[in-house]
C-alpha cells in the first residue's frame, strides 16, 4: 500500500520506517527541511535502537522515502497518518495547532488537481483528546468535497524500544465506523500480529480514549509506588522489599512499579494534564489522575531536597556530578526530564554542575546552553569526567553503563564520597562498605 506519514519525529519516523519494512510505499514528510535532508543523506536525526539500520535498509530498496512536499506525499498515497507533535498549550491541553494544519494543507490538496488514489483514509495517530477526529474531518471538509475518511489510531510505542514495540505490540486500536476503513487498517496491521496480538477495532472516541487511559493508568502506577516510597522512609521500611511483595501479586504485576524521580518525557506529563483539561472541559473533574500530577510534580524534585539533606538549602561552591540527561534509558530525549528539574534546582541553589550522558549531549546543548557559557554546567560522554572533583554524584537516569561503575575510581575522583541515587540502581550496603554516603528513594540512607 501506498503510505503518506505527516511528522518524522520519533513515532512518525519509526512507524514509516515499520511500515516500509513490510513492503509498503511509504513517503515521510515534515516541514523541517534540515530534518529530511539529514535523513535522505542517510542519517538518522535521534537515537533510537535499531532505527538507522532499518531505516537505510528500506531507504536503499526505495520502499522509504523523505520529503518537505506534503502534495507530493498525499497525492501519491491511499494512507495518511498525522504523526505531528501535539505538545502542551499554557493551559495543560494538546496544542492541536500542528494536526490542524496539516488537516487543512490535506483539505487544500485534494481539492486541487488529481488527488492520486481515492478515497483517503487520514489516520491520526498523533495523541490527541477525544473529539479531535471529528475537528480534522471538518478542517478538510471545509476545504473540499472529494471523498475520505478519518479514523484514530493512537500509538503505543516506548522511546528507547519503539521498533519493536512497533513491529510486535501488544495491540493494535484502530478508531473508525466504517468497515471497509476497518478492513484497510486490519490488512496494513497484520504483518505485525501474526502471534496473535488483537487489532481492536472501535469507534472513533473510544480509540481516542484509549490512548489518553492508558498512559493515565502507567502514570498513576508510577506516582502511587513513588508516594509509597516517601512513606517507606518515613516509617522506616524498604520500598525494594514492598515492590517485591506487592508485584508478585499476579493481580498488580511488576511493571511500573519502581519508585524513582517522577514519569518525565514526552508523553505522560503532557498526556496526563491533557485528560485532566479534557475531563474539566466536560465538568468531570479526575481526581485521581490530578493526584498524579501533583505526586509526579513533587516527586521530580526529590533529588535536590536529598542533596540539600546533606549541604543544606545553600549549595554556593558545591559541584555537583549528574548521572544521566534523557528521561530514561535508551533515548536522546530530554522532553520534560527530571533531569533538568533536578539540575536547575541545584543550580538555583548555587550550585555549579558536571553531567553525563551516553546519547543526550547534543539535546543537553541546547537546553543547558546559557549555563555552558558562564561555566555553570559541564557536559561530558565519559561518566568519570563528570564526577571528578564533586561533592555529590546524583544518579538521575539509570543507563546501563551507570549500574557497576569502579567504585573506588568514583570515590577517589570526587571531592565528598556522597552519592543520591534516583533510581535504587546500588546497593546501600555495598555503598556503606565502598566508603559513602548513599542516599536513595524509599530505602533507609546509610553512611
Ligand atoms: N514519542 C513517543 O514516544 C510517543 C509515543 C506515542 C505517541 N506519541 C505521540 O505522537 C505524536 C508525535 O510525537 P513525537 O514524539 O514523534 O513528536 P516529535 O516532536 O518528535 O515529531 C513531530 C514532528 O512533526 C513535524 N511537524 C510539525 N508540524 C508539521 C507539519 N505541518 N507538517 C509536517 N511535519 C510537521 C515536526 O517538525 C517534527 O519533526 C505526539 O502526539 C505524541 O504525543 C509519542
Redesign the pocket.
Known amino acids: 500500500m501506498e503510505i503518506c506519514v ?7 519516523l519509526v512507524a514509516g520506517t515499520c511500515f516500509a519494512e513490510t513492503g509498503n510505499d511509504v513517503v515521510c ?4 527541511a534540515k ?1 529530511i535532508e539529514r535523513l535522505k543523506g542517510g542519517a538518522i536525526p535521534i537515537f533510537e535502537p535499531e532505527l538507522e539500520e532499518m531505516v537505510k535498509r528500506n531507504a536503499e530498496d526505495g520502499r522509504l522515502t523523505f520529503t518537505t512536499d ?1 502534495a507530493e506525499g498525499v497525492r501519491r498515497s491511499r494512507f495518511i497518518f498525522i ?4 505538545p502542551q498549550d499554557e493551559d495543560g491541553r494538546a496544542d492541536l495547532q ?1 494536526v490542524l ?2 488537516a487543512n ?1 490535506i483539505g487544500k490538496i485534494l481539492n486541487d488537481g488529481d488527488p492520486g488514489p481515492m478515497p483517503k483514509v487520514v489516520v491520526d ?4 483528546p477525544v473529539g479531535t477526529a471529528d475537528k480534522v474531518r471538518d478542517a478538510i471538509r471545509a476545504r473540499t468535497d472529494k471523498p475520505f475518511h478519518v479514523a484514530s489510531n ?6 528507547g524500544a ?1 521498533v519493536q514495540d512497533f513491529l510486535k505490540p501488544d495491540r493494535v486500536v484502530v478508531g473508525t465506523d466504517d468497515p471497509g476503513v476497518a478492513e484497510l487498517m486490519t490488512s496494513l496491521y497484520k504483518p505485525f500480529v501474526r502471534t496473535g496480538n488483537p487489532i481492536i477495532v472501535m469507534d472513533v472516541r473510544s480509540a481516542e480514549m484509549t490512548k489518553y487511559a492508558a498512559n493515565a493508568m502507567l502514570a498513576t502506577k508510577i506516582s502511587f509506588m513513588n508516594e509509597i516510597a516517601d512513606l517507606c522512609e518515613t516509617v522506616g521500611a524498604d520500598v525494594d522489599m514492598v515492590r517485591r511483595g506487592v508485584g508478585n501479586d499476579r493481580r498488580i504485576g511488576f511493571p511500573f512499579l519502581f519508585p524513582g524521580v517522577g514519569y518525565g ?3 505522560f506529563p ?2 496526563v494534564k491533557a485528560l485532566i483539561r479534557t475531563a474539566d472541559e466536560y465538568d468531570k473533574p479526575m481526581q485521581i489522575v490530578r493526584a498524579v500530577d501533583d505526586v509526579n510534580t513533587r516527586q521530580k524534585k526529590v533529588l535536590i531536597r536529598k542533596v540539600k539533606d546533606v549541604y543544606g538549602d545553600d549549595l554556593k561552591g558545591r559541584v555537583i556530578a549528574v548521572w544521566g540527561l534523557a528521561f530514561k534509558p535508551q533515548t536522546d ?1 530530554m522532553r520534560d526530564a527530571p533531569s533538568i528539574t533536578t539540575i536547575r534546582g541545584v543550580l538555583d541553589a548555587g550550585a555549579t554542575v558536571r553531567a553525563a550522558d551516553p546519547q543526550a549531549l547534543e539535546v543537553a546543548e541546547g537546553i543547558f546552553a546559557d549555563e555552558i557559557k558562564d561555566g555553570r554546567v559541564a557536559l561530558f560522554h565519559n561518566n568519570y569526567d563528570a564526577v571528578k572533583g564533586a561533592h555529590a554524584l546524583v544518579v538521575v537516569t539509570e543507563w546501563n553503563e551507570f549500574r557497576r561503575p569502579n567504585f573506588e575510581r568514583v570515590r577517589g575522583l570526587m571531592a565528598e564520597p556522597v552519592i543520591v541515587d534516583g533510581r535504587n540502581i546500588y546497593e546501600p550496603g555495598a555503598m556503606r562498605d565502598a566508603g559513602f554516603r548513599y542516599l536513595c528513594v524509599g530505602r533507609p540512607a546509610v553512611g
Open positions: 505527516v511528522g518524522t519525529g520519533y513515532v512518525g514528510v515534515d516541514v523541517d530534518k506534503l504523526a505531528v507533535g501535539t500542528y494544519a496539516v494543507d495517530k498523533s495523541t490527541v493512537p500509538e503505543f510505542m516506548k522511546e519503539a518525557g514526552s508523553c503532557k498526556d530525549d
